[in-house]
């Protein structure tokens, strides 16, 4: 069975840093581009990043940009997301997601997604 | 800023047809934005739908189909059950960066 199983969220003060951890299992991990996607307390869904399936190519959206680092491991099987300097606007459920195409084809979307790991950024 | 707008909220009865759209603020919604749709109900992770503007996963019923209606992307289901109840997010390229849509909440009433 397909699955992304994600940890490391907690509860952080702002300007701090926090790492998550999403362990993928039933699948290739180097054939698949990952993404993370985030969720807002009562809000909607936002794409955070994505990395190719062989790590070389990252995205970000722009609110992130020089303050989280997207990053793989194929030997681990598992996809991170360093996040530092967080803000109280970071703080969401992050979820881990399965791409659809290999490569550098993060586009074509998610399939299989994870139940999260929650972020709270508060003093 | 790129906007991908949904409806917020569209009612339907048992056994109707229902269509959701998904509109770029960039112009016309082609495929080539890729359009995927996501099903989030209360608590759960969101499951994925539609990819590829009409393609369907093989865990997606039939009664679900994708396509493009009038320059947007278009979810359309058919048949609506009790358990269709949910949210849904559509999802856009943008060469580089994947927006979602805001969310159509759909009550089955």
């Known amino acids: ?23 993928a299992s039933g699948f290739t991990f180097s054939g698949y581009a990952m993404s993370w996607v985030r969720q807002a307390p009562g809000k909607g ?3 955070v990043s994505a990395i190719s399936g062989s790590g070389g190519s990252t995205y970000y959206v722009d609110s992130v940009k020089g ?31 399965k791409g659809i195409r290999g490569g550098h084809s993060y586009y074509y979307g998610m399939d299989v997604w994870g139940q999260g790991t929650t972020v709270t950024v508060s003093s | 800023q790129t906007v991908v707008t949904q409806e917020p909220s569209l009612t339907v009865s048992p056994g109707g047809t229902v269509t959701l759209t998904c509109a770029s603020s960039t112009g016309a919604v082609t495929s080539g934005y890729y359009p995927n ?9 969101p499951r994925a739908l539609i990819y590829s503007t009409s393609n369907k996963h093989s865990w997606t019923p039939a009664r679900f189909s994708g396509s493009l ?13 009790p358990e269709d109840e949910a949210d849904y997010y559509c999802l856009l390229y943008y060469g580089g960066a ?7 909440k759909l009550t089955v009433l």
């Open chain 1, 1 to 23: 069975e397909v699955q992304v199983l994600e940890s490391g969220g907690g509860l952080v003060q702002p300007g701090g840093s926090l790492r998550l951890s999403c362990v």
């Open chain 1, 45 to 47: 869904l936002e794409w």
């Open chain 1, 67 to 97: 303050r989280f680092t997207i990053s793989r491991d194929t030997f681990k099987n598992t996809l991170y997301l360093q996040m530092n300097s967080l803000r109280a606007e970071d703080t969401a459920t992050y979820y881990c997601a």
């Open chain 2, 37 to 45: 749709w996501f099903q989030q109900k209360p608590g759960q992770a």
């Open chain 2, 69 to 81: 209606l009038g320059g947007k992307a278009a979810l359309t289901l058919s048949g609506v059950q």
């Open chain 2, 98 to 104: 994947l927006v979602f849509g805001g969310g159509t």
